[in-house]
């Protein structure tokens, strides 16, 4: 079946910039999300990307998507010890006229002070 | 509210027993969507409604699971019989069906003993 894959560990200290990565093997995604779980909280959407786009930024956020390859990475500049937390990366797809969504098992991000 | 909301934000059962899982989405969204989180794994998509179409089960773990969405808004998740690997957080999340980006709910988080 489809998956999405993530490293599970990140650690960097705080003010670099942090790059996590994803790949899927889905190709008729549509949408690809990053959301961000901090501890005993829900998942909070960080940003998401079409498909057909390459490259999305917001604030200190930067979103790379290599359709060719299926990897997509989140980079946050300036990483802040408030950035722990686990960020899930996520594809939907429409199959039969319904959507189909999966997550990657997240990367834990350890900011170091 | 301004958020997906869902109760109770824990429960705690013993095997054999049935729970209920409720699910407010934001007013106005018409896709809602059933996951579940277990301990060192990623998401599981359980279930989607899209308006008033048929919701699609495919994700379902076994028949003793269901859902159910009333008046096109608030859902309930109902697990029969709960296992001790049903434990787990399930999440709720509900889009505007416009652009597919979802926003999630806190979770509930069950524990079957």
């Known amino acids: 079946g489809e998956d999405v894959e993530q490293s599970l560990f990140l650690s960097v200290r705080e003010g670099d910039s942090s790059v996590i990565n994803c790949t899927y093997t889905d190709s008729s995604s549509t949408y690809l999300y990053w959301y961000k779980q901090e501890p005993g909280a829900g998942l909070q959407l960080l940003t998401y990307i079409f498909s057909n786009m390459d490259m999305k930024q917001d604030q200190r956020l930067t979103v790379l998507l290599n359709k060719k390859d299926k990897h997509l990475s989140l980079r946050i500049a300036d990483t802040q010890t408030g950035d722990s937390a686990i960020y899930f990366c996520a594809e939907s797809s429409l199959t039969s006229g319904t959507y189909k969504y999966i997550f990657g098992t997240g990367t834990r991000l350890k900011v170091l002070a | ?113």
Do not use: M
């Open chain 2, 1 to 113: 509210g301004a958020g997906v909301s869902q109760s109770p934000s824990n429960k705690v059962t013993e095997k054999g027993k049935d729970v209920e899982l409720r699910c407010d989405p934001i007013s106005g969204h018409t896709a809602l969507y059933w996951y579940r989180q277990s301990l060192g794994q990623g998401l599981e998509f359980l279930i989607y409604f899209q308006g008033n179409s048929a919701p699609d089960k495919s994700g379902l773990p076994s028949d003793r699971f269901s859902a159910e969405r009333t008046g096109g808004s608030v859902s309930t998740l109902t697990i029969q019989r709960t296992q001790q690997e049903d434990s787990a957080v399930y999440l709720c999340a509900s889009s505007s069906g416009l652009d597919e980006t979802q926003y999630f709910g806190p979770g509930t988080r069950l524990l079957v003993l």
